[in-house]
Structure formats: structure tokens, C-alpha cells
């Protein structure tokens, strides 16, 4: 079973932040938290994943909470292109088992 | 990023007969590759671990006489569907683990095969 939980749907204005939250409450002190989109009818994408630091790369930030056991997902300048659905994954780096849940449905609004 | 390849992309079989589908990792090696299956509007159900040079960990509930893995290589897996069925119409992905010492490990996904089963 999936180890996070992702509202279902979210909503954001082209060019505005989008932020997408992910709770992990039962992660592991060896666990990453991955994120992953999927636009439709391809394959997953990667976009970014941590520890326990801020991370930041070409495509977005991720932001952990100091006790882990959530994490922001944030798209600076969202554009069109970034509506898909967002994947928000717990597991050990190395493994790369990766256990989908039924992420973030991410629609970008002109 | 890295790139894995899936073929076909798309692949229409009728009842009974089988589909192999082939995820190479192009540009890198990859010990491990991963099957997954997407019914619409749903999630990737991880299907097997598919391991170079011995036999592939199957999820409970999949049924590996059905789904034959092979990795035969450090670049390439297979997966065959044998005597498809119309239930077995899904969107197939796999993908492939590229390590980077001494931080980053990712998974690549393939772009996925759609296969529709007459």
C-alpha cells in the first residue's frame, strides 16, 4: 500500500506557484520522498526528491517538514504544460521499488 | 535524464494469442528494471522486479506464468503476456534504476505500451 496521502485534484493559474502537498506521517528514517508526474498517456516523470533538506532543481522545490512527516511540492511559474498528475512517493534510495498511490490531479488554468 | 525505451507503444492482439513488449535502458545499465500496469483512470500497480540473470520477483496477485519476465541483459527486459485476454487490455510501463554515486538514485520510465486485446 501506498504510504502517502495527496488530495485528489488541485487547481492553479498559469504563471502562478502551484504547491502540492503530500502527508508521509508513517515515513521511515531511511525513506526518501520522491515525487513523480505522469502526464496523460506517457510515462512517469521525475522531477525531485529528498531527505530531510530543502531540495531544488531546473523544475521545481520540495519542502519537508522538520519532523518529516509531510512535504510541499512547489512549481514556481506553472504553465500549461505542468497539468498531469503528481506523484508523491516514500522509499529507500537504492531500491527504486517505487509504490504509486493515486497522487495529485494538478490542472493549470489559463 | 536517462532514457528508457518501451516497444511497442501501442499493440492491438487478438484473444489468445501472445504479446512480448521489450524496456531498454539506453544509455546507462541497469541491474533492475520494474514492470508496472495502469488500468484508465487509475494509479501504476507495481507487476514484478525483473533482476538480470535470474528470475523476476513478482507482486502478489500477478501471475507469473502469465506474465513472463526475462532480463537478459544489463539494457534490455521483456515482458510477455501470454494468452491475452480483453482484461488484459492496459497500459504497461516499465522502468529502470540508474545510480549515481554517491547521492542520487532514480528511476526512468519508459513511455509505456497501451495494449488492446480483440
Known amino acids: 500500500d501506498a504510504k502517502t496521502t495527496q488530495p485528489p485534484s488541485m487547481d492553479c493559474a498559469e504563471g502562478r506557484a502551484a504547491n502540492l502537498p503530500c502527508n508521509h506521517s508513517?515515513?521511515?528514517?531511511?525513506?526518501?520522498v520522491y515525487w513523480y508526474r505522469q502526464i496523460h498517456s506517457q510515462g512517469p516523470q521525475y522531477i525531485i526528491h529528498?531527505?530531510?533538506n530543502n531540495e531544488t532543481n531546473e523544475m521545481a522545490s520540495l519542502i519537508i517538514t522538520e519532523d518529516r512527516k509531510s512535504s510541499t511540492l512547489i512549481l514556481p511559474h506553472a504553465t500549461l504544460r505542468d497539468t498531469a498528475v503528481y506523484y508523491c512517493?516514500?522509499?529507500?534510495?537504492?531500491?527504486?521499488?517505487?509504490?504509486f498511490g493515486q497522487g495529485t490531479r494538478l490542472t493549470i488554468n489559463p | 535524464g536517462a532514457v528508457v525505451s518501451q516497444h511497442p507503444s501501442r499493440v492491438i492482439c487478438k484473444s489468445g494469442t501472445s504479446v512480448k513488449i521489450e524496456c531498454r535502458s539506453l544509455?546507462?545499465?541497469?541491474?533492475?528494471m520494474f514492470w508496472y500496469r495502469q488500468f484508465p483512470k487509475q494509479s501504476l500497480m507495481l507487476m514484478a522486479t525483473?533482476?538480470?540473470?535470474?528470475?523476476?520477483?513478482?507482486e502478489q496477485g500477478v501471475e507469473k506464468d502469465k506474465f513472463l519476465i526475462n532480463h537478459a541483459s544489463l539494457t534490455l527486459s521483456t515482458l510477455t503476456v501470454t494468452s491475452a485476454h480483453p482484461e488484459d487490455s492496459s497500459f504497461y510501463i516499465c522502468?529502470?534504476?540508474?545510480?549515481?554515486?554517491?547521492?542520487?538514485?532514480?528511476?526512468?520510465f519508459g513511455q509505456g505500451t497501451r495494449l488492446t486485446v480483440v
Open positions: 512517493i516514500v522509499g529507500v534510495q537504492g531500491a527504486q521499488k517505487l509504490v
Open positions: 522502468s529502470a534504476a540508474l545510480v549515481r554515486w554517491p547521492k542520487n538514485t532514480e528511476a526512468f
Open positions: 544509455d546507462f545499465q541497469a541491474t533492475t
Open positions: 525483473s533482476n538480470e540473470g535470474s528470475k523476476a520477483t513478482y
Open positions: 529528498g531527505l530531510k
Open positions: 508513517t515515513i521511515s528514517g531511511n525513506e526518501y
